[in-house]
């Protein structure tokens, strides 16, 4: 899908509706091929980290990520002693 102008993401959307704060962690390491397990793996590595910066001093958060990373990221935020609960959204 392509569009012509910017548009919000799931997360902005969710975070504007429910009053909430939002922070974009988009990382600059992207992933080219879906069987490419090294490059999935150092996306949601950078990923994690950057989660993990914003993340700090809070108490709850909302974290959206593509399937791709899903199973790596959550094993990484456990992995920080992080309570997380997932869902996954119908494809």
């Known amino acids: 899908m392509t569009?012509?102008?910017?548009?919000?993401?799931?997360a902005k959307t969710i975070a504007d509706k429910s009053g909430l704060r939002h922070?974009?962690?988009?990382?600059?390491?992207r992933v080219v091929d879906e069987d490419d397990l090294e490059s999935i793996e150092k996306?949601?590595?950078?990923?994690t980290e950057k989660?993990?910066?914003?993340?700090?001093?809070?108490?709850r958060a909302v974290v959206?990520?593509?399937?791709?990373?899903?199973?790596?990221?959550?094993q990484r935020l456990k992995a920080e002693s992080m309570s997380v609960e997932c869902m996954r959204f119908p494809k």
Request: glycine share 4%; no cysteine; net charge negative.
């Open 3 to 10: 569009v012509d102008f910017p548009v919000p993401t799931i």
């Open 23 to 29: 922070e974009d962690v988009d990382v600059d390491v």
């Open 43 to 47: 996306r949601s590595k950078a990923m």
């Open 51 to 59: 989660i993990l910066k914003v993340l700090e001093g809070s108490e």
């Open 64 to 74: 959206i990520v593509g399937e791709l990373h899903h199973k790596d990221v959550v």
